[in-house]
Nanobody
């Protein structure tokens, strides 16, 4: 079993910054992909950013240049630094990991989500 625990969401004014964290724990051998998705009210869940074990990153066009994803493999933790936040960034942010488990191969896991609200 693998658990993902997110933190760092909250209320921020437009133009401000937030740093989201997600720590994975449990029966982990290694983690292939770590990433963040978000879902705004009435919209589908969308990819925000992802990072593979080697460090290569991928960003949605909507956050490119304003956000930085990073990971600490020793801590099985992924971070998302978001700057110059806009009201349209308001959403529930979900952590995602593709985990090589100690037993049973690779599997996808999701966190419960953390709410980010950007006021204008």
């Amino acid at each position: 079993q693998v658990q993902l625990v997110e933190s760092g969401g909250g209320l921020v004014q437009a133009g401000g910054s937030l740093r989201l964290s997600c720590a994975a724990s449990g029966s982990i051998f290694s983690i292939n992909i770590m990433g963040w998705y978000r879902q705004a009210p009435g919209k589908e869940r969308e990819l925000v950013a992802s990072i593979i074990s080697g460090g290569s990153t991928n960003y949605a066009d909507s956050v490119k240049g304003r956000s930085t994803i990073s990971r600490d493999n020793a801590k099985n933790t992924v971070y998302l630094q978001m700057n110059s936040l806009k009201p349209e960034d308001t959403a529930v942010y979900y952590c995602y990991c593709n985990v090589n488990r100690l037993w049973g191969g690779a599997m996808n896991y999701w966190g419960k989500g953390t709410l980010v609200t950007v006021s204008s």
